[in-house]
């Protein structure tokens, strides 16, 4: 099963629509850490980001 997650960085009042899906959560946590610098100019995610994020992860 693939897991997926949903970015849930906000710009203004819009949510980003952007999703990723992979294999396993090593690989879905690097998409993530790059979709998060090159889009959200975000390079060092706080643990407190990652973990929220590794919450929101689904499976299916
Ligand atoms: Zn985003």
Same mark, same amino acid.
């Given at each position: 099963? !693939?897991? #997926?997650?949903?970015?849930?960085?906000?710009? &203004?009042?819009?949510?980003?629509?952007?999703? !990723?899906? !992979?294999?396993?959560?090593?690989?879905?946590?690097?998409?993530?850490?790059? &979709? !998060?610098?090159?889009? &959200?100019?975000?390079?060092?995610?706080?643990?407190?980001?990652?973990?929220?994020? #590794?919450?929101s992860?689904?499976?299916?």
């Open positions: 099963m !693939a897991k #997926k997650v949903r970015c849930n960085v906000r710009k &203004h009042d819009d949510e980003c629509p952007w999703y !990723a899906q !992979a294999e396993t959560e090593e690989e879905l946590m690097k998409k993530i850490e790059e &979709h !998060a610098e090159n889009v &959200h100019g975000i390079k060092d995610m706080s643990d407190e980001m990652l973990k929220e994020i #590794k919450r992860i689904t499976e299916g």
